[in-house]
């Protein structure tokens, strides 16, 4: 899936392509992608004519505020990759993908068109009379994002200090930390030396601080590396991410940590696999 730095790249690729612009019409594939309004009919018609404003992240949200036809309030488009979502900025008469399901266009023959081959993504139109956290109820709980000043230490220590779970399930909650999905976990964990099996209440300060800023560092940069790509994330321009190549664990099970040269391990957590160093990331437990 997505995570914060491949829909931050997303982002900033439609922020240069599709602002000012008015869509003019567009064609859905699949009517399950549109989560609001109920029907396709409306869907289509709520943005027929609209200018996008500016596009905005929020987690894994895409955000485009809108500007309606009278230049009053447009409502919102709303998009969620979820596991295999593609937004591409093409030329109408190129060929379809196998997997489109919705098409939005643009003047001058081009468009946005959606691509999901796992057909869990979603899209909404956010009426200017509904409030956007009404609809994309899913925004509601999220985490304060961890740019944001409001993800500060202190906020993170305080999330943490009564969790039983392993810390690698605990920052995977989008309630804790808004964004950070498995990947960026498993690399924020190995330079804070954490192992992902260590209960998050057991974590000292120093631990916590060292996450805190391994978060940051690991999101910072994947967004700089374009992004992650190992199947099918892509930017608007359908260029693939770079920081897989760099990754210190993510999916190098075998391989020798970069640090220290023992092999990579992985382990389940929770249903889903992490990736660490035996050696670097020793698991802290109540007694140590």
Same mark, same amino acid.
């Given at each position: ?12 690729? $439609? ?46 949200? $895409?955000?485009?505020? $809108? ?30 993908? %196998? ?22 993504? &979603?899209?909404?139109?956010?009426? #200017?009379?509904? %409030? ?11 985490? #304060?994002? #961890? ?13 943490? &200090? ?48 060292? $996450? ?43 391989? #020798? ?32």
């Amino acid at each position: 899936m997505p995570e914060l730095p491949e829909v931050e790249i997303v982002r900033q690729g $439609l922020d240069r392509v599709t602002l000012n612009q008015k869509i003019e019409g567009g064609d859905v594939l699949l009517s399950r992608t549109i989560a609001y309004p109920f029907t396709v009919g409306e869907f289509l018609a709520g943005l027929d004519g609209v200018t996008i404003r500016s596009w905005r992240r929020r987690g894994k949200y $895409l955000l485009a505020q $809108l500007r309606g036809s009278d230049d009053g309030d447009g409502g919102w488009l709303g998009v969620h990759l979820r596991m295999t979502g593609q937004l591409l900025w093409l030329n109408r008469e190129e060929p379809l993908q %196998k997997h489109t399901r919705v098409r939005l266009f643009f003047p001058k023959g081009e468009e946005l068109r959606f691509v999901d081959q796992r057909t869990f993504g &979603k899209m909404w139109w956010v009426p #200017p009379s509904e %409030k956007l956290e009404d609809i994309i109820t899913g925004i509601k709980g999220l985490a #304060p994002e #961890p740019f944001a000043p409001e993800f500060s230490i202190d906020y993170l220590a305080g999330k943490l &200090k009564k969790s039983q779970r392993a810390i690698k399930t605990a920052i995977l909650d989008q309630s804790i930390v808004a964004g950070v999905g498995n990947i960026y976990a498993d690399e924020a964990l190995f330079l804070s030396r954490i192992s992902p099996e260590t209960l998050g209440s057991v974590l000292n300060l120093d631990q916590i601080q060292r $996450l805190h800023h391994a978060i940051i560092q690991v999101l910072q940069a994947g967004i700089e590396a374009g992004g992650t790509t190992f199947s099918h994330f892509m930017n608007v321009q359908g260029i693939n991410g770079n920081y897989g190549g760099v990754a210190w664990v993510y999916r190098r099970t075998g391989e #020798p940590c970069r640090v220290c040269e023992t092999p990579i391990q992985r382990v389940k957590l929770g249903g889903r696999s992490s990736h660490f160093c035996p050696n670097c990331q020793m698991v802290k437990s109540l007694d140590s």
